[in-house]
């Protein structure tokens, strides 16, 4: 049973913008945003609680920011000035029960989990 669609990624060059979207099916507590570059572990990019505290990576604070459209039951990700560093799988993930804040960029939080999609930046 499919519990989140994202689309959004695609190519771009430095210093432009992307906006990743994940439709969610379920309940909804806390999402987040996360990503796997080739060779490196994946990482919180992103997250945010329903009541609307969000949370970033060091990384791309300043450049991305997490949102929620409840109507449409979509979590979004929009990423300004991208860097050649950003490039990766991008996945969202929801959780439907408790969101421990000293975890919530941490992949254990979340139940379920998107496909992916690729994000690359060219130079």
């Known amino acids: 049973q499919v519990q989140l669609e994202e689309s959004g990624g695609g190519d771009v060059q430095a210093g432009g913008s992307l906006r990743l979207s994940c439709v969610y099916y379920s309940k909804v507590n806390c999402m987040g945003w996360f990503r796997r570059a080739p060779g490196k572990e994946r990482e919180g990019v992103a997250a945010m609680y329903r009541a609307g505290s969000r949370y970033y990576a060091d990384s791309v604070k300043g450049r991305f920011t997490i949102s929620e459209d409840s109507a449409k039951k979509t979590v979004y990700l929009q990423m300004n000035d991208l860097k050649p560093e950003d490039t990766a799988m991008y996945y969202c993930?929801?959780?439907?029960?408790?969101?421990?804040?000293?975890?919530?960029?941490?992949?254990?939080?979340?139940?379920?989990w998107g496909q992916g999609t690729q994000v690359t930046v060219s130079a």
């Open positions: 993930a929801t959780q439907e029960g408790w969101c421990e804040i000293a975890n919530i960029l941490r992949s254990q939080t979340y139940q379920y």
